[in-house]
């Protein structure tokens, strides 16, 4: 639009509280020369306007959150906070000031200030909040118990006697309230808005801050019910957001009761009608006329009596939403056009005109709107085609006037000009003079028409572009927040389950399987998903193998591998079932136990695209000391579950498991022959004759009876004490579902390498270690011919006893009398034992000869075997 040029001029100053008034609760209006203000305080002003003197001063009980004029009779309302609606007689007033200055003397000033008392309160109700006068009613809002009501009251008529004000009808509405309100207070920030719009034929109908639309844009916003029955619109804007409209005819019929009766309207069928919603506060509702009549056609046409009706209806949200509404006339038929608009707000406060414009106040400048399309447009053509449609955007224009916190149009304004009175934040009145002079038209040359459309289809062309590219930042982004929000759901299931099973779990067991013809130990991770959350695509699951360092092997450190499964989709109530090889086939060697850690993964990046590689974009999402962060702050990482792996679950058994006494099985003799060539054709150095005929390793450990029976519950069973250790020592074991059969108490089973291992359980009596007689026992003797396997066995069966001794040791139970004297003997033995094994290894490697190398080491293991099989048993 045009530049407005305008002229400012300064009024009067009033007194403000410090920082300055707050928007909302000013109110500035304009009756022929007198302007009535208020400040959000307690003050209401009256001020003459051509004399330019302050005529009177009124104070009131409380803070003034609105004022209100009947012209006639000349009153005033005054809405005050948590009071009611108070009624000052203007001209009783003037009479009084009169009075006052009857002795002659000219003033300069108001004679006083008029307190406003309580006679003078017409509606005596602490939650009112807003109100507008309507020819002879009085219409309020009130919010109580988070429900807004609407009360329509009667002005009294002056042959009336009796209660002056009656009220008529009630409507109930249910719009929800700004944050930070209380449900019985109004809210403390933002006050609803109302004003009234009539039709055409309403003749005699006067009201405050009310428009006159025309007959189509009536019957499309209201219904045709409303424009037949003329009835004038009361419309209501919420601090929520909420544009309603309730006809007044629905309030004013009159009730069936006495004249004291109110009816509420509410139900069964309220008039409600809810127009459009801005979800923000609404701070202004108006109406503009944005087609201009032809000149030809005001010649031709005689124009209508009276004012002619506004086009264009608009509402205006508090952060700078804006709404218009207008009709449009087609060939087929009026429809309704409804088009938003963003302004830059904070929006304090706005007024219309009797033009296509709109003036609004933000913070730092009052700018104008024209919704006239038509107004732009050089070709008479382009302004018949542009007819009812609403401009596309707005092009605000500065008057450069700042911190204005309530506007309103002057009634003197002449032909052609606008005046708008404005009340600054600090207290100033000023009165800012508008004109808008006509452009003339200015010809254009082919060539210069020619670089204007080349120079726009360029324009669109990068509009285009840019539009695309912001298209595909944005869809990229939901997506990005939809993975997000998913991601953060998950994790607060995960984090937030500390007792009891996880929603999401990953169960770890072990298994033999034939892989490449050749049977090998795997471990299967089954991922079960009882969430009400869906694991997408970006998800990994990590699987990491832990091995332990070798206490048999020198200078060996932890070994850890990492296997990565994708999750492409698991459903809630799904699982998924993945297999990895632990035996010759995988990339690492098998050294147990394992300790095997499952976890969750999900990449950031994947989130933010390929085309993020700094590391700071990941920083915006969490903070440096979140728990989801991974380790390399590229993800978020999960866990789910931890569990050791050992040698007792990685056994393999037969069909049948062995007696105690049973053969080996059959060497292969293809594999005998073979190996018997090799020795005789290619002798190992330094391996004297019966060096590989060594008896098995063997370790032994004792357990009470009591501790066992207690632990493992078989009191009331017929199982004998042997067979239930056996069957307890191999339950994590898949394989030995045989045992559970069948009494058996002696197993041999196959490593994961081909070596064998053997288990024997037997009961024992310990009968040196109480004075109370013999200690029933239960032994497990571990064999195997490999010292590294009966090691690993050792470590399995430890592991499950001290996790037994602990839970019953929680239990409090206590141990029988021992003899000390005969523990202190066996004590001294193996310190004895410990300082000889040490002596040996401490000695200089043997010479040349193989023989005392090989004493030396059988003495060794002769000592070993004597520590591993103490005289002790664990009660």
């Given at each position: 639009m045009a530049q407005v040029g305008h002229r400012v001029d300064y009024l009067a100053g009033f007194c403000c509280p410090v920082g300055g008034?707050?928007?909302?609760?000013?109110?500035?209006?304009?009756?022929?020369?007198?302007?009535?203000?208020?400040?959000?305080?307690?003050?209401?002003?009256?001020?003459?306007?051509?004399?330019?003197?302050?005529?009177?001063?009124?104070?009131?009980?409380?803070?003034?959150?609105?004022?209100?004029?009947?012209?006639?009779?000349?009153?005033?309302?005054?809405?005050?906070?948590?009071?009611?609606?108070?009624?000052?007689?203007?001209?009783?007033?003037?009479?009084?000031?009169?009075?006052?200055?009857?002795?002659?003397?000219?003033?300069?000033?108001?004679?006083?200030?008029?307190?406003?008392?309580?006679?003078?309160?017409?509606?005596?109700?602490?939650?009112?909040?807003?109100?507008?006068?309507?020819?002879?009613?009085?219409?309020?809002?009130?919010?109580?118990?988070?429900?807004?009501?609407?009360?329509?009251?009667?002005?009294?008529?002056?042959?009336?006697?009796?209660?002056?004000?009656?009220?008529?009808?009630?409507?109930?509405?249910?719009?929800?309230?700004?944050?930070?309100?209380?449900?019985?207070?109004?809210?403390?920030?933002?006050?609803?808005?109302?004003?009234?719009?009539?039709?055409?034929?309403?003749?005699?109908?006067?009201?405050?801050?009310?428009?006159?639309?025309?007959?189509?844009?009536?019957?499309?916003?209201?219904?045709?019910?409303?424009?037949?029955?003329e009835s004038p619109m009361i419309l209501c804007g919420f601090p929520d957001g909420q544009l309603c409209s309730v006809p007044l005819k629905a309030l004013s019929s009159s009730p069936s009761a006495t004249d004291s009766g109110c009816r509420d309207v509410s139900t069964p069928d309220p008039p409600v009608k809810i127009l459009h919603h801005l979800e923000e506060p609404i701070v202004f509702i108006g109406a503009l006329r944005t087609e201009r009549r032809a000149a030809d056609d005001a010649e031709e046409d005689e124009p209508p009596p009276g004012e002619p009706g506004c086009d264009c209806v608009v509402a205006v949200g508090h952060y700078g939403k804006m709404v218009a509404v207008k009709a449009d006339q087609r060939e087929e038929a009026t429809v309704p056009e409804l088009r938003e608009y963003s302004l830059r707000g904070p929006i304090l406060c706005a007024a219309c005109g009797s033009g296509s414009r709109m003036y609004y106040s933000t913070h730092s400048d009052i700018s104008a709107v024209d919704l006239d399309r038509a107004g732009?447009?050089?070709?008479?053509?382009?302004?018949?085609?542009?007819?009812?449609?609403?401009?596309?955007?707005?092009?605000?224009?500065?008057?450069?006037?700042?911190?204005?916190?309530?506007?309103?149009?002057?009634?003197?304004?002449?032909?052609?000009?606008?005046?708008?009175?404005?009340?600054?934040?600090?207290?100033?009145?000023?009165?800012?003079?508008?004109c808008s002079p006509e452009e003339p038209d200015v010809e254009l040359t082919p060539a210069e028409i020619g670089r204007r459309i080349k120079e726009l289809l360029s324009g669109i062309g990068n509009t285009s572009e840019r539009v695309s590219f912001l298209k595909k930042a944005v869809d990229q982004r939901n997506r990005a927040l939809a993975s997000l929000n998913q991601v953060m759901n998950v994790s607060a299931a995960l984090l937030s389950s500390h007792e009891g099973p996880k929603p999401i779990a990953c169960t770890v067991t072990a298994n033999w399987s034939c892989l490449l013809l050749q049977d090998t130990v795997t471990i299967s991770c089954l991922l079960e998903n009882c969430s009400e959350y869906s694991l997408e695509e970006g998800w990994t699951l990590c699987v990491q193998l832990l091995a332990s360092p070798c206490a048999l092997e020198e200078e060996s450190v932890d070994s850890a591998t990492t296997f990565t499964f994708p999750i492409d989709q698991l459903l809630p109530g799904n699982k998924r079932e993945l297999t990895l090889p632990l035996g010759p086939t995988a990339d690492t060697k098998l050294d147990l136990p394992l300790t095997i850690s499952c976890a969750l993964y999900y990449s950031l990046r994947d989130i933010l695209g390929s085309g993020s590689d700094s590391s700071e974009d990941l920083d915006d999402f969490l903070p440096d000391d979140s728990p989801l962060l991974s380790p390399d702050r590229e993800g978020i990482c999960l866990p789910l579950s931890q569990c050791t792996i050992d040698m007792l679950q990685c056994l393999r058994f037969g069909s049948s498991p062995p007696g105690p006494d049973a053969p080996p099985a059959p060497p292969d003799p293809v594999e005998t022959f073979l190996k018997v060539s090799q020795e005789q054709t290619e002798p190992e150095e330094g391996k004297t004759p019966g060096e590989g005929k060594l008896p098995p390793s063997a370790a032994s450990i004792r357990v009470s009876s009591e501790l066992l029976k207690s632990a493992l519950k078989t009191s009331g069973t017929d199982v004998p004490l042997s067979c239930a250790t056996l069957r307890w020592l191999l339950a994590e074991n898949p394989g030995a579902e045989a045992l559970s059969?069948?009494?058996?108490?002696?197993?041999?089973?196959?490593?994961?390498?081909?070596?064998?291992?053997?288990?024997?359980?037997?009961?024992?009596?310990?009968?040196?270690?109480?004075?109370?007689?013999?200690?029933?026992?239960?032994?497990?003797?571990?064999?195997?011919?490999?010292?590294?396997?009966?090691?690993?066995?050792?470590?399995?069966?430890?592991?499950?006893?001290?996790?037994?001794?602990?839970?019953?040791?929680?239990?409090?139970?206590?141990?029988?009398?021992?003899?000390?004297?005969?523990?202190?003997?066996?004590?001294?033995?193996?310190?004895?034992?410990?300082?000889?094994?040490?002596?040996?290894?401490?000695?200089?490697?043997?010479?040349?000869?193989?023989?005392?190398?090989?004493?030396?080491?059988?003495?060794?293991?002769?000592?070993?075997?004597?520590?591993?099989?103490?005289?002790?048993?664990?009660?």
């Open positions: 008034l707050a928007a909302g609760k000013p109110r500035v209006l304009c009756h022929e020369n007198e302007i009535y203000l208020s400040n959000g305080s307690e003050f209401v002003y009256v001020y003459d306007q051509e004399g330019k003197v302050l005529k009177a001063v009124f104070r009131c009980p409380d803070q003034v959150w609105h004022v209100e004029l009947l012209p006639q009779p000349r009153q005033l309302y005054i809405l005050c906070a948590h009071s009611g609606i108070y009624c000052v007689s203007l001209e009783q007033q003037s009479r009084l000031m009169e009075q006052t200055d009857g002795d002659g003397q000219e003033s300069n000033g108001p004679s006083g200030v008029f307190p406003v008392d309580a006679d003078s309160c017409i509606f005596p109700d602490a939650s009112l909040s807003m109100f507008t006068l309507l020819s002879t009613f009085v219409i309020t809002l009130s919010q109580a118990e988070g429900k807004w009501w609407m009360r329509l009251h009667e002005l009294p008529r002056p042959e009336q006697d009796g209660p002056p004000y009656r009220q008529v009808s009630q409507v109930e509405f249910c719009p929800g309230s700004p944050p930070g309100d209380g449900e019985d207070t109004p809210p403390s920030c933002f006050l609803p808005v109302l004003c009234c719009a009539a039709a055409p034929g309403a003749e005699g109908l006067w009201c405050s801050g009310g428009f006159v639309l025309e007959e189509p844009l009536f019957s499309l916003l209201f219904g045709i019910d409303a424009a037949m029955l732009d447009a050089s070709d008479p053509e382009d302004t018949e085609s542009s007819t009812g449609v609403l401009p596309p955007v707005l092009s605000p224009a500065s008057l450069s006037i700042c911190s204005v916190v309530a506007l309103s149009l002057s009634s003197r304004a002449s032909e052609g000009e606008s005046e708008l009175l404005a009340l600054s934040a600090k207290g100033s009145l000023v009165s800012c003079g508008l059969s069948a009494e058996v108490a002696s197993v041999c089973g196959t490593a994961p390498d081909g070596g064998h291992v053997q288990l024997l359980v037997r009961e024992v009596a310990m009968n040196d270690l109480s004075p109370a007689g013999p200690i029933q026992a239960v032994e497990i003797l571990m064999e195997s011919p490999s010292l590294a396997h009966m090691c690993r066995t050792h470590h399995a069966v430890i592991r499950r006893i001290q996790a037994l001794v602990l839970e019953q040791a929680a239990q409090g139970s206590g141990p029988p009398d021992l003899r000390m004297q005969y523990l202190r003997q066996i004590q001294a033995n193996h310190e004895m034992l410990l300082k000889e094994a040490q002596t040996l290894r401490d000695q200089p490697p043997p010479g040349e000869e193989g023989a005392e190398g090989a004493a030396t080491a059988e003495k060794l293991l002769n000592i070993y075997r004597q520590l591993r099989n103490p005289s002790l048993v664990l009660l």
